[in-house]
């Protein structure tokens, strides 16, 4: 059974440029966060997708946009890039009314 | 204003002993507690959850107090061992809520 899978593991992109970042859910987990962490820091919500709709937010601009797919895999979109995007872009999985997260590895993004 | 606190500081100890890390909260009401571990350039990993109503959970040689009055969770590895050493997060989720919040982690190395 295959845990939570993201792609791509490392990008880079320069100022202004636009992203797309992928995440295939645990089986059997119909919900979706995203979260974006900083080096040394922890993981900072984005915002969370169920039933094809983005239930909750974190404090993120605009720029930052998601979508869910029929099959629970999601899609993160960052609209022109900044150099403080930088960081790893985590997707975590969990059934509805579970606790637990279960995270995938990470996409690294560099912005230069 | 919201806040979750974990020791910035790394906290070192020696092989066989026990590591106490510490999590305080400030202006939530969780449903529960996480912690999670999490290796440099990895995707964070479930530990162990406790719900509001429990005052204690155990898994193997890992143990999870939480007081709600005090605000606090203390996470403890007994008998810790080299491969123990990673960043360990705390994070809650609060009542009626949908996003979970994570702190900024706590660093462990256990020497030999």
């Known amino acids: 059974d295959a845990g939570v899978t993201q792609s791509p593991t490392h990008l880079i992109k320069t100022r202004g440029q636009q992203v797309t970042l992928r995440c295939s859910p645990k089986s059997g987990h119909d919900t979706v966060s995203w979260y974006q962490q900083a080096l040394g820091q922890g993981p900072q919500f984005i915002f969370q997708?169920?039933?094809?709709?983005?239930?909750q937010r974190g404090n993120f601009p605009d720029r930052f946009s998601g979508h869910q797919f029929p099959n629970y895999s999601s899609e993160l979109n960052v609209n022109a890039l900044l150099l403080g995007d930088s960081a790893l872009y985590l997707c975590a999985s969990s059934p509805r009314s579970a606790g637990e997260l279960f995270f995938g590895e990470g996409s690294r993004l560099t912005v230069l | 204003s919201q806040k979750i606190e974990q020791n910035s500081e790394a906290l070192n100890i020696q092989e066989g002993k026990t590591a106490t890390l510490t999590c305080n909260y400030t202006?939530?009401?969780?449903?529960?507690l996480q912690w999670y571990r999490q290796d440099p350039g990895r995707g964070p990993v479930f530990l162990l959850l406790i719900r509001e109503n429990e005052k204690e959970k155990r898994k193997e040689r890992l143990k999870v107090t939480f007081d709600t009055t005090l605000k606090q969770s203390l996470f403890h590895i007994t008998a810790s061992q080299p491969a123990d050493s990673a960043t360990y997060l705390c994070a809650l989720r609060n009542t009626g809520g949908f996003k979970t919040i994570f702190g900024a982690g706590t660093r462990l190395f256990v020497k030999a």
């Open positions: 202006n939530y009401s969780p449903a529960y």
């Open positions: 997708y169920y039933e094809e709709e983005e239930r």
